[in-house]
């Protein structure tokens, strides 16, 4: 077909303009559109699972007669918009999105053996975060709303990052850029198309280990159509531990809540009274609850930084809820169990999915030290399924420079009493075993060692679902 000079041009015109208009989409975006489906991550995940049914812990009362501290403690919504009109600082949790081109930058990390992005065999980071030049000089893409240059040390300075096109979250805490390169207290990477937790002992951006994101309220949740679908992100002023979903410590006052506990509104408690996009926030505290993620204020619940919240509205209907409207659900609760239907066992060709004497990770170095544990996500590895509920291994322990044992078990369960396989020093024993997983698919693994390492090696055959 033949075009026309003038068409020619009209054509041409046209093709750069859809060509700067997909540059345009491309550009970084702070507080931009998020990628879909809602809520983020799996539905099974954590921050997405009904605990409207779930036990109360038997500490309850006490728990929240800590929090109290005396009269009863009220809710406060820990998000807003600008602090003033057009100023630099800013209430609530700012986010970046880019695309999968964004370049990489590399972090310097306080707290780099706990951080991604880093090569932990020799503690040097690599291009890992994709960072917009922009956070440099811009604001409201860091918490507080400060440029990256500025306020080097001043609050908690998060900043989080997702990659649409990946669906991948990177979040940082504590950033700044120093003139030359980035520096922070410490750094998490989140696939959100997977359930998989931080290793054991590991922070992230957050005190708790978990991600933050998930976990906030967002403007375009509560003013949208559909129900909220998640639980949300809050802290209390002190912490006892950790238990699942969590991964970190940060804290040891008996009286308080572990890291990761979470709080359900009580579903006889009357919010009928209150503004709608309230009542919406509140209905998912019922149904999904309050998942304790760092140190700080009390009952201060988590939410982005948007310019449509009216705190005149939010604030008070915040402050009509206390810590007593809350219980505590059993500590550590990972759900329902799974229904107990037909067992189906599906072989597989043997894949070695830990070996401790490659490069350190997640599933590699360093050997086991005594008395460490550490948790192993199976699921999504060596052709293993999410919907996996057991599988057939191979354990090898091989180098020990001690006598030990090691005891493979759940995730998130109390530690059995039998071993898995015992050793002397020197020796390579191997052992045939049945694995139940946990929820997101995990093993944890004991090493019963008095002095000394060992060397540890799984080799998958099989999966029961």
Not at 440 to 449: A, F, I, N
Request: aromatic fraction near 10%; hydrophobic fraction near 40%; charged fraction near 15%.
């Amino acid at each position: 077909m033949r075009y026309s000079r003038g068409s020619a041009k009209l054509l041409a015109l046209l093709g750069f303009l859809s060509a700067a208009a997909v540059r345009v989409q491309a550009q970084p975006v702070a507080n931009g559109p998020l990628p879909g489906p809602f809520p983020l991550f799996p539905a099974d995940n954590w921050w997405n699972l009904d605990v409207s049914a779930a036990p109360v812990d038997s500490n309850s009362a006490a728990f929240i007669a800590f929090i109290d501290n005396g009269p009863p403690r009220h809710l406060h919504p820990d998000f807003g918009g600008d602090v003033s009109p057009g100023s630099t600082q800013i209430y609530g949790m700012p986010y970046g999105v880019v695309d999968g081109t964004q370049p990489k930058k590399a972090v310097q990390f306080f707290y780099a053996s706990e951080s991604d992005g880093v090569n932990h065999a020799t503690g040097v980071s690599f291009p890992f975060y994709p960072i917009p030049d922009e956070v440099i000089t811009q604001t409201h893409w860091i918490e507080g709303g400060e440029q990256g240059n500025q306020n080097l040390y001043g609050g908690d300075r998060h900043l989080l990052i997702v990659d649409r096109d990946n669906k991948y979250l990177y979040e940082l805490y504590n950033l700044f850029f120093d003139g030359t390169q980035w520096q922070a207290g410490s750094g998490a990477f989140f696939d959100m198309k997977t359930n998989n937790r931080r290793p054991d002992t590991w922070t992230s951006a957050d005190a708790a280990g978990l991600a933050i994101l998930p976990g906030l309220v967002r403007y375009d949740e509560v003013s949208g159509s559909a129900e909220i679908g998640h639980a949300f992100r809050f802290t209390v002023r002190a912490t006892n531990g950790y238990v699942y979903p969590a991964s970190h410590n940060a804290g040891s006052n008996p009286q308080a809540l572990p890291m990761g506990a979470r709080l359900r509104l009580k579903a006889g408690k009357d919010i009928s009274g209150l503004p709608a996009q309230a009542q919406k926030i509140f209905r998912a505290m019922k149904k999904y609850g309050l998942i304790v993620a760092d140190n700080g204020s009390d009952m201060f619940i988590g939410g982005t930084y948007d310019n449509n919240w009216d705190n005149s509205i939010l604030n008070p209907a915040f402050a009509a809820l206390t810590a007593d409207d809350f219980e505590v659900i059993q500590l550590g609760f990972q759900g329902p169990p799974p229904p107990t239907a037909a067992v189906s066992f599906y072989t597989l060709a043997p894949c070695r999915i830990v070996d401790t004497r490659g490069a350190t990770g997640s599933f590699g170095g360093p050997a086991l030290a005594p008395g460490a544990e550490r948790v192993f996500t199976l699921a999504g590895r060596c052709g293993i399924p999410s919907s996996a509920r057991a599988v057939t291994v191979n354990v090898t322990v091989t180098g020990p420079t001690a006598s030990g044992f090691l005891t493979l078990h759940p995730g998130g369960t109390v530690v059995p009493l039998a071993s898995t396989i015992n050793y002397r020093p020197g020796q390579t024993r191997a052992n045939n075993a049945v694995l139940l997983l946990g929820v997101p698919g995990d093993v944890r693994v004991l090493c019963g060692q008095g002095s000394g390492s060992a060397h540890f090696v799984l080799d998958v055959t099989g999966y029961f679902q």
